[in-house]
């Protein structure tokens, strides 16, 4: 009985991702729930990539529907282009991060890329008491690729 047990656990632990080497990301944002990490570039003229891993390296309780909104914006302010991408898993785990990625198509006259990040913290079953409130959860970060090239 015990030794079925045990390869399950084993197994189990296999799966693991290993933790990326987040010092390899140029930012980072956090709202003290998800850390998010990542690098910004140009894989081909008129595109803007926006990829890394988010973390929650705080919360007991798995973030959850983890989105975002990336705008460039010209320098009148206005958004003249968005993209839409979400994290790779749907739950995110204490300190087990996930990747993502955004591609945005640019029109020209972006001089800079904000991003609104959203996600849902659901409250610990049976309504225990949390460190951090429930619910929706939406922020902002500007200027995400400062010294990203035009």
Same mark, same amino acid.
């Given at each position: 009985?015990?030794?079925?047990?045990?390869?399950?656990?084993?197994?189990?632990? $296999?799966? !693991?991702?290993?933790?990326?080497?987040? #010092?390899?990301? !140029? *930012?980072?944002?956090?709202?003290?729930?998800?850390?998010?990490?990542?690098?910004?570039?140009?894989?081909?003229? $008129?595109?803007? %990539?926006?990829?890394?891993?988010?973390?929650?390296?705080?919360?007991? %309780?798995? @973030?959850?529907? @983890?989105?975002?909104?990336?705008? =460039?914006?010209?320098?009148? =302010?206005? #958004?003249?282009?968005?993209?839409?991408?979400? !994290?790779?898993?749907? /739950? &995110? *785990?204490?300190?087990?991060?996930?990747?993502?990625? &955004?591609?945005?198509?640019?029109? $020209? $006259?972006?001089?800079?890329?904000? /991003?609104?990040?959203?996600?849902? @913290?659901? /409250?610990?079953?049976?309504?225990?008491?949390?460190?951090?409130?429930?619910?929706?959860?939406? #922020?902002?970060?500007?200027? &995400?690729? !400062?010294? @990203?090239?035009?």
């Amino acid at each position: 009985m015990t030794l079925p047990i045990l390869a399950v656990a084993l197994i189990g632990c $296999g799966t !693991a991702r290993p933790m990326p080497d987040f #010092n390899s990301f !140029a *930012h980072r944002v956090t709202d003290n729930v998800v850390v998010l990490y990542w690098n910004c570039s140009r894989p081909a003229p $008129g595109m803007v %990539q926006v990829s890394g891993v988010a973390n929650n390296p705080f919360s007991p %309780q798995p @973030l959850q529907d @983890l989105e975002f909104r990336l705008y =460039g914006v010209n320098v009148q =302010g206005s #958004n003249v282009s968005r993209a839409r991408g979400s !994290a790779q898993d749907f /739950l &995110i *785990h204490t300190n087990d991060p996930t990747a993502f990625t &955004i591609d945005l198509k640019t029109v $020209g $006259g972006e001089v800079r890329y904000d /991003l609104v990040y959203s996600y849902m @913290l659901e /409250l610990p079953p049976g309504g225990g008491r949390s460190l951090v409130a429930g619910g929706e959860r939406k #922020n902002f970060a500007r200027n &995400i690729c !400062a010294g @990203l090239v035009p």
